[in-house]
């Protein structure tokens, strides 16, 4: 009897709305989504699932905690303040791929997908084993086109 293959995927992703609508035709093939929406959610969700995840998908520009971004503060200056500065974000997403593969270990294909287009930090993503970089603003069913050829399906 052969085994059957996984058909989980982590996605860390920060906006909610953007993850809802591109995973539609992933979910009506099958494929559970199962989301993060920050670095220290992705490490608590990997935990869980990663002996069953036949892929990731991650942004980069991901806040380290869901209060580092949504936390309410006495005025916008002091909001401000306590929100990540862009490299920081970009470099949370570097630190959790960074975690899956060596830390983990883990050999799953991961898919990044950022606007960031930085030649130092895609270098970093293709020594780190990220073969597949792309652009948001992709559709839906060219997101589940990306993840099919990912997985070899």
């Known amino acids: 009897m052969s085994e059957k293959k996984s058909k989980k995927i982590l996605w860390i992703e920060d906006d909610h709305y953007h993850l809802r609508g ?28 990663k002996e069953d995840l036949c892929l990731i998908l991650l942004d980069l520009i991901i806040p380290r905690s869901l209060t580092d971004a949504t936390e309410p503060k006495e005025s916008e200056g002091e909001f ?27 050999t799953i294909p991961v898919i990044v997908l950022s606007i960031v287009r930085n030649d130092d930090i895609i270098k ?6 990220v073969k597949r970089i792309a652009k948001f603003g992709l559709l839906p069913n060219k997101l589940k086109e990306l993840v099919l050829k990912e997985l070899s399906l």
């Open 22 to 49: 591109l995973t539609r035709p992933l979910t009506k093939d099958g494929y559970e989504i199962i989301a993060a929406k920050s670095y220290n959610q992705a490490v608590i969700e990997l935990d869980k699932h």
């Open 80 to 106: 401000h303040n306590k929100i990540e500065k862009p490299i920081d974000l970009v470099e949370n997403g570097m630190g959790l791929l960074n975690y899956i593969k060596q830390e983990l270990k883990l």
């Open 124 to 129: 970093r993503l293709e020594n780190n084993g």
